[in-house]
């Protein structure tokens, strides 16, 4: 089993920054073993892929809508993924979920087999 926690949301001005931490357990889980993402998701829309960083962190991807502005990381010996946000925008709203996959990164939510529950993101203009 494999539980994550996500923390740090909250409400930001357009332009501000946030940063996402995901925190990860488990009886019997690597978490250096685990690739981790992030998605977001907004009423009535599919979960997106936001971003995703290798086990090792050697290797990192971002969704186009974010390029520049976010960036993930991650620290093994705490278990723990980032999200830093910066100049946000209202269509960043929405919230956001860590994932957590045994093989690679896939672009596609259903790939991923661990979950955390979300943390709300609100931009206001």
């Known amino acids: 089993q494999v539980q994550l926690v996500e923390s740090g949301g909250g409400l930001v001005s357009a332009g501000g920054s946030l940063r996402l931490s995901c925190a990860a357990s488990?009886?019997?889980?690597?978490?250096?073993?685990?690739?981790l993402g992030w998605f977001r998701q907004t009423p009535g829309k599919e979960r997106e892929f936001v971003t995703a960083i290798t086990w090792s962190g050697a290797a990192t991807g971002y969704a186009d809508s974010v390029k520049g502005r976010f960036t993930i990381s991650r620290d093994n010996a705490k278990n723990t993924v980032y999200l830093q946000m910066s100049s946000l925008r209202p269509e960043d709203t929405a919230v956001y979920y860590c994932?957590?996959?045994?093989?690679?990164?896939?672009?596609?939510?259903?790939?991923?087999?661990?979950w955390g529950q979300g943390t709300q993101v609100t931009v206001s203009s």
């Open positions: 488990g009886r019997t889980f690597t978490f250096s073993s685990y690739a």
């Open positions: 994932a957590a996959s045994p093989r690679g990164f896939p672009t596609v939510a259903r790939n991923w087999p661990y």
